[in-house]
């Protein structure tokens, strides 16, 4: 009923197709694997179970909590409502102070525990996160 040029051309848009569906579900499943989620102290509270992957925890520097020993930092990150222990190895960035927000990224060892692997530090006076923003509900 069709002539051959009419089925290779049809073979053709479809394999493009093919390939480009496959392309796109190959690509939004490798970002998928790369998403860090980020969470305030109040969130991993309720936490049902701990989960192993990669996450940001994100607050404020707590008054008086940074000590710091030959390679490794510890403080505490608040919300205001919860508190979590956070402990790191390396160098921190330079606006990191007592009463700053920060970011923290790593992994979750307790709900009262976190183990980073980067510190993030906010740039300026006026500038915070919108993550954090929102978890400490300010506007």
Known sequence: MYGRKVKLRFLFVVIILITLILTTFLILKSLEENV??????????LLNEIDKNK??????????????????VNFIITDFKNEIIVTYSGAV???????????AEGFLKDRNFFSATKILAKH?????????????GEK
């Open 93 to 103: 960035p330079n606006l990191f102070a007592e009463g700053k927000g920060v970011v």
């Open 55 to 72: 996450i940001r925890v994100g607050g404020m520097v707590k008054k008086n909590s940074i000590s710091i020993s030959s390679n490794e």
């Open 36 to 45: 860090v989620y980020f969470q305030s102290p109040s969130e991993i509270k």
């Open 124 to 136: 300026d006076e006026n500038y915070m996160p919108p993550e954090v923003k929102e978890a400490l």
